[in-house]
């Protein structure tokens, strides 16, 4: 199929490659850390020493695009809004749900952050929808890994370790990602509850086959979003028996995307990741949560030990969100193995270095 008829890329694919691979060459000469950036609307989750922008906004478009076949590639610097303008037509969409953190959001910055909104426990993480990728070294050299259908697909996939890397493997250029079909009706309900009920709720419902995509706790009521077919949805609401029923995807926006009011209180705010049948923490302050229970919000006083202790003994892991590098507990098992690969591609720590390094 040709290019779909969406946008593609107004400059030249190969003059803007050629320039970025350049300026990576020169910054490696030169051995200037370069921040890599598309519209740079999440730097305040990445800080990093780097003052040399590597602008990736330039390379950008959508390549191909099978709906058949469930597969989209584009360059990195194509508009998420775009991408999803360009499923919806078809009656598809991401599967990941990545936050909107502003209007020229990229893709590049969706697949490096790693982020994803509530469907996360329900459809999967960038990493499941990840089928290849390429990106620059730190001599400027294109590296492609995966391909764009699950067979290719061969051992370990470096493509999916992309995700949530913050850049620091090297500027990402073109992703290939299995997309998935809209849902024929989205709904969302609740229940007013204390927070023991809402997790035992939670605890109770993944065991059943309802066609959950969201279940979230905000300190008053447990909400669960619904999506699919129209049948599976009606039957889940009247086994279910909500006290509530509200259609608007608006705080589910605002949860996804970060700017719901709770994430603006000045008090410090953690990020705290525990396995979802995980009971109250024993943290004080006030949480509320996302995932299930598997993704507790914590805003607290409490200092990073007490932090540090209480998700230890659930075997969780947690990030103070105004200083995401900061983590205690149990760490990504995938780090090690980024180091690894950081070194193999970008020896000279060039990309996106972090303020601490």
Known sequence: MPESGANIARADPAAALQELS????????????LRIVGSDSKQKWWRTRAVSRLDMRSYRGIVAYEPS???????TGTLLGEIENTLAASGQMLGFEPPRTGPDATLGGAIAAGFAGPARPYRGGVRDF?????????????LKFGGRVMKNVAGYDVSRLVSGAWGRLGPLLEVSLRVVPAPAITTSIAWRCEAGEALARAAEFARQPHPITALAYDGVELRMRLAGAERAVAES???????LRDDEANDWAQWRDFSHPH????????????????RLLTIPGFTWWDWGGALRWVRSSAVAEEIQAAVARVGGHASCWHEPRATVGQ????DALEARVKQSFDP?????PPVES
């Open 130 to 142: 990840m089928l290849g990728a390429s990106l620059l070294n730190g001599a400027g050299e294109v």
């Open 237 to 243: 609401i009247a086994k279910l028996q909500p006290t």
């Open 348 to 352: 000279l720590n060039l990309f996106n």
């Open 22 to 33: 350049e300026a990576v060459r020169v910054a490696a000469s030169a051995r200037t850390p």
């Open 263 to 278: 994430f603006s209180n000045a008090e410090t705010l953690w990020r705290v990741v525990v396995p979802p049948a995980t």
């Open 69 to 75: 076949e469930l597969v989209l590639t584009a360059r």
């Open 331 to 334: 760490l990504d098992p995938l």
